[in-house]
């Protein structure tokens, strides 16, 4: 095993950070790191935005969910699925690229290419000795955000990534067993065994945080993921989506 492999496997959110702020050339190196990875076609349909503004990092913690660490982390970068550019492409070459950007199939591009720049800045981010943590939460006020952000026609906030150097160490967190999530040649579909593999797991998240808070919680995979998908959660996004010139078609 080498120390790439060693550092990803072990990757954990950082919720508590210095009170220092990233060097230029952090910033810099990460951001080239997240340009670094495939792409769709080269469409390269994302822009990340990087905020310093202490105000505006305060109030994205805010809209966040008061998740206070987005404004004390060493920098926020906000990922964006992004075809504006590629309007005005349409507008240069006066090519009519409405039918194509309007379409579902352009909208999972854009998401795909972000993701997978933003997980390239994380492995960056860790080589260099930080932590980071996904902010899903910019998307309970995806319109705020939007506006705070300045951001045109055919750009989406999809979620922020605070980096920083971490002053906790919380453990990595056990993830589903590899037969759970890697499958050869077909989609198993036995439930016996599937409702066996997730009881097993139960148990070893169950003894995660039992050790982790001192025996204040031990609650299961399970028990989380079906109390937080039992209540449905910004249902308003299907139609800021498409507000925004993306899933039409």
Request: glycine share 6%; aromatic share 8%; proline share 3%.
């Amino acid at each position: 095993m080498n120390e790439t492999i060693e550092m990803l496997l072990k990757h954990k959110s950082i919720r508590k950070f210095e009170e220092r702020s990233l060097t230029e050339e952090q910033i810099h190196t990460i951001v080239q790191s997240a340009q670094a990875a495939s792409t769709s076609s080269y469409i390269q349909a994302y822009s990340i935005i990087g905020v310093k503004d202490v105000a505006k990092k305060e109030e994205l913690a805010e809209l966040a969910g008061n998740q206070n660490y987005v404004a004390s982390s060493g920098h926020f970068f906000i990922f964006c699925a992004d075809l504006h550019r590629h309007e005005i492409i349409g507008d240069m070459k006066g090519t009519d690229l409405k039918e194509s950007l309007d379409s579902t199939e352009k909208f999972m591009v854009a998401v795909i290419d972000a993701a997978l720049a933003a997980q390239n800045a994380t492995v960056a981010a860790e080589s260099l000795g930080l932590g980071i943590c996904y902010i899903g939460g910019i998307r309970n006020h995806v319109q705020e955000v939007s506006e705070l952000l300045n951001l045109p026609h055919r750009v989406i906030p999809l979620f922020g990534l605070t980096v920083g150097y971490p002053a906790q160490d919380p453990g990595v967190k056990p993830r589903l067993p590899l037969e759970h999530i890697y499958y050869e040649d077909e989609y198993p579909q036995e439930q016996t065994l599937y409702k066996q593999q997730l009881n097993e797991y139960d148990k070893v998240v169950s003894a995660y945080y039992h050790e982790r808070t001192g025996g204040k919680r031990a609650n299961t995979w399970s028990e989380q993921m079906s109390q937080m998908l039992a209540e449905p959660k910004r249902m308003f996004m299907k139609d800021f989506v498409e507000k925004k010139g993306f899933s039409k078609k």
